[in-house]
């Protein structure tokens, strides 16, 4: 089964630490790799924190985008594989931000260790491009999210990528998430189409899927003959 995106949940809430996403309805299943992009804005240098659920799944939080005075929206990658089913995924700020999630569910992912690689960058523009992330092997499943501070209303990704989920014109932040199958493994960025130049954080992460059952070898077969001998003839039976 080739890695894919079954559905995903997302939650916006301004002067918070963390945001509950309910996901009992993504029909989540042990193995599956749960991703999760966390967006927030704050007026100071706050970190983006490793998402928790109520499966108490181990997470894993990537590449990040940085703060600074100009870049004050950011943006970090996290995943998990599902060992106990979760109904929330909480993701979390280190203090008070405006806040977002998104939480992705993944099917056909490597069964223990989905991680290949992450980047995470700034850029002024309205056409930002990702920082680059190579793939490991084929058909791995690139995942990336942007975020800025300022309202806008146009958000689009690029062609051949697919969005999956994105907030426009919010008090909060706007942010754009979306996903591309990447065969054959190359060096991948991603160009975003914005309404206007924004100071924009942006972030990827590259999962591998999962390996394919090794082929089971045929039972030997065991040929004879079985017979008696008559008159010096030998007649099989």
Not at 34 to 62: E, R
Not at 138 to 165: C, F, P, R, Y
Not at 179 to 199: E, F, N, Q, V
Not at 213 to 230: D, L, M, Y
Request: hydrophobic share 50%; proline share 4%.
């Amino acid at each position: 089964m080739a890695i894919a995106v079954a559905g995903s949940r997302v939650g916006t809430t301004a002067a918070v630490s963390s945001i509950a996403i309910d996901v009992s309805t993504l029909g989540i299943q042990a193995g599956d790799t749960l991703v999760a992009l966390t967006c927030k804005f704050n007026t100071s240098n706050v970190a983006i924190l490793a998402p928790s659920d109520t499966g108490s799944n181990t997470w894993t939080a990537q590449a990040a985008s940085a703060w600074d005075a100009t870049f004050r929206a950011t943006v970090g990658a996290a995943w998990a594989v599902v060992a106990t089913v979760p109904t929330s995924v909480t993701v979390w700020s280190a203090a008070t931000a405006d806040m977002s999630g998104v939480v992705l569910r993944l099917t056909g992912a490597h069964a223990s260790a989905p991680y290949d690689v992450s980047a995470a960058n700034t850029a002024t523009s309205a056409a930002p491009v990702s920082s680059s992330v190579t793939p490991a092997e084929d058909n791995e499943l690139v995942i990336v999210g942007l975020v800025h501070d300022g309202g806008d209303t146009t958000l689009a990704m690029a062609s051949g990528w697919t969005e999956q989920a994105k907030l426009e014109s919010n008090a909060v932040q706007a942010y754009i998430v979306g996903y591309k199958l990447i065969s054959p493994a190359a060096a991948t960025t991603h160009t975003w189409a914005l309404g206007a130049s924004r100071d924009a954080g942006m972030a990827a992460i590259a999962i591998k899927p999962a390996v394919a059952a090794a082929g089971t070898r045929p039972s030997p077969v065991v040929r004879g003959e079985f017979g008696r001998r008559k008159s010096g003839i030998w007649t099989p039976v």
